[in-house]
C-alpha cells in the first residue's frame, strides 16, 4: 500500500459516515460543500439521461450512489481501501454504480471509455497536480463533456502545491499529502491552457451561522 493510500484509510477512520437522510428527507443526494444541505446539486454535472459520470476521489461512495440511483452510469475511485469498503457496504444495491481502488492519472490513462462528465469533490482535483490530472480528464470526456471539483479556498498567498497534515495517534507523526491551491482567476486560466473552455470559477459563500470558509467550485467543458 503506497504511503497515500495509508494518509488517506487514516482519514476515512476520522470521518462520520454519511447521514442516513438529508434535511428534506432524501436517502441519496449530491453535496458540493462542507456544509449540509447547502448548495448546488448534480445539475451543474449536466448529464444526459444515463449518462456516464466518473468521481475522482470517491470516498465513501455518497455522491456517486446518487447519480446511479438517479439512472446515471455512475463510476467511483479511490486510493482508500476503507473508503471503498465503506462505500460497498453502504451502496452495494445499485447496481448503476462501479467502484475501484486506483489513483485517478492511472484510471484515466489506463480506460478507454468516454465520460458524459468527471467530477471532484474534496478529492483528486485537490490532491493531483493539475499538470497531470487535467490533460488526462480531458482526452477521457466526450466532446462537450463536463469537468466540475469543489474544494476549500486557498489561504491568501499559498498557492500551488501544498501540504495537508492528516493526524494519527498522540505519539505519531502525523500524515502527509500533498494538494494544489490557486484563486478562480488562476484555476480559469489553467483550464483554458489544457484546452477547456466555458470555465468559470467561483467562491460559493459559507451558509449563514459561526463559520464563514465558503466552497471554491470550478466548471469547465471539454
Not at 468521481?55 to 486510493?79: E, F, P, Q, T, W
Amino acid at each position: 500500500m503506497t504511503d497515500t493510500a495509508i494518509a488517506w484509510d487514516t482519514y476515512s477512520r476520522q470521518r462520520p459516515e454519511r447521514r442516513p437522510v438529508n434535511a428534506a428527507g432524501e436517502t441519496t443526494w449530491f453535496n458540493w460543500t462542507q456544509y449540509p444541505d447547502h448548495g448546488p446539486g448534480s445539475e451543474l454535472l449536466r448529464l444526459p439521461p444515463g449518462g456516464r459520470a466518473l468521481d475522482l476521489g470517491c470516498g465513501k461512495g455518497g455522491n456517486a450512489a446518487h447519480l446511479a440511483a438517479i439512472g446515471m452510469r455512475s463510476v467511483g475511485i479511490d486510493v482508500s481501501t476503507a473508503q471503498l469498503h465503506s462505500a460497498e457496504e453502504r451502496w452495494e444495491c445499485f447496481t448503476g454504480l462501479e467502484l475501484h481502488q486506483v489513483d485517478a492519472v492511472s484510471f484515466l490513462r489506463e480506460t478507454a471509455e468516454p465520460f458524459d462528465a468527471v467530477y471532484s469533490v474534496y478529492g483528486a482535483l485537490w490532491f493531483t497536480d493539475p499538470a497531470r490530472l487535467l490533460p488526462a480528464v480531458h482526452k477521457r470526456l466526450r466532446p462537450g463533456g463536463r469537468l466540475v471539483f469543489s474544494q476549500r479556498p486557498p489561504v491568501e498567498g499559498c498557492y500551488g502545491c501544498q501540504a495537508s497534515y492528516i493526524p494519527r495517534g498522540p505519539d505519531e507523526d502525523p500524515l502527509v499529502v500533498k494538494r494544489w491551491d490557486y484563486e478562480p482567476d488562476a484555476w480559469e486560466q489553467l483550464l483554458a491552457g489544457h484546452g477547456y473552455m466555458d470555465v468559470r470559477a467561483m467562491v460559493l459563500p459559507a451558509p449563514p451561522g459561526p463559520r464563514t470558509v465558503g466552497t471554491l467550485i470550478v466548471q469547465a467543458r471539454a
